[in-house]
């Protein structure tokens, strides 16, 4: 019954590490965004896809990289691990992907530790 | 750069009291949604304010939007226990959110 889910909800991994974290929502949404809330609870966007193609991406280092393979479906992988990377990743969803009074569901969020 | 900035960031209170969260702004948001975040989940919408003046109540919430839509205040009337949580405010522009910087309020009993 989860609308938007996370996997894997902590991952701790060494510098340098190549690892993915997956986001499927059942809402039958058209947009899903990806966010990184750091130590301080400061939540920014990192990226945006509407019906698996890329709206935004907010200034993020190349290691980053969303797959869309289908529109209920956003994950990413980050490649070469740093520790600066260590924070809580939340998937979200909305509707269309626009508009003054969307709702943005959001998952559980996938806390990463880089040691 | 973070544009909208919420004031206080921490306010630890006792039950029964009342509150006032700000988030303010430079820019002007074609709305502005407030959040709650509870510890181990993610932002939850509490509500979205889009005309210049509105104010919307939830309950013992009351939202209101500025003038001029580039501020926003939280007021919270006999705090309870389980209003504890992180408030976020997100202004709405395009298909984007820029979220606040969150304010952490603590309700004891």
């Known amino acids: 019954d989860t609308a938007v889910s996370q996997t894997p909800k902590y991952l701790v991994t060494q510098m340098g590490n190549d690892k993915s974290i997956k986001c499927e929502q059942n809402?039958?949404?058209?947009?899903m965004y990806w966010y990184k809330q750091d130590s301080k609870k400061f939540l920014k966007i990192m990226f945006s896809y509407n019906n698996k193609e890329l709206i935004i991406n907010e200034t993020v280092p190349n290691r980053f990289s969303p797959k869309s393979p289908d529109k209920a479906h956003l994950n990413l992988h980050i490649n070469s691990l740093e520790l600066g990377d260590s924070a809580v990743y939340f998937c979200?969803?909305?509707?269309?992907?626009?508009?003054?009074?969307?709702?943005?569901?959001f998952g559980p969020g996938t806390r990463l530790l880089v040691l | 750069t973070q544009l909208l900035e919420q004031s206080p960031q921490f306010l630890s209170i006792q039950e029964g009291e009342n509150l006032t969260v700000y988030c303010n702004s430079s820019?002007?948001?074609?709305?502005l949604q407030w959040y709650r975040q509870e510890p181990g989940e993610g932002p939850v919408l509490l509500v979205t304010v889009v005309t210049g003046g509105e104010v919307k109540k939830l309950k013992r919430l009351t939202f209101q939007f500025g003038d001029a839509r580039k501020d926003s205040s939280l007021h919270i009337t006999a705090a309870q226990p389980g209003d504890t949580g992180l408030y976020l405010c997100?202004?709405?522009?395009?298909?984007?959110?820029?979220f606040g910087g969150g304010t952490r309020l603590m309700v004891k009993p």
């Open positions: 820019s002007v948001f074609s709305s």
């Open positions: 809402l039958g949404h058209d947009t």
């Open positions: 997100a202004g709405v522009a395009g298909n984007m959110l820029t």
């Open positions: 979200a969803s909305s509707q269309v992907g626009g508009g003054a009074l969307e709702t943005q569901y």
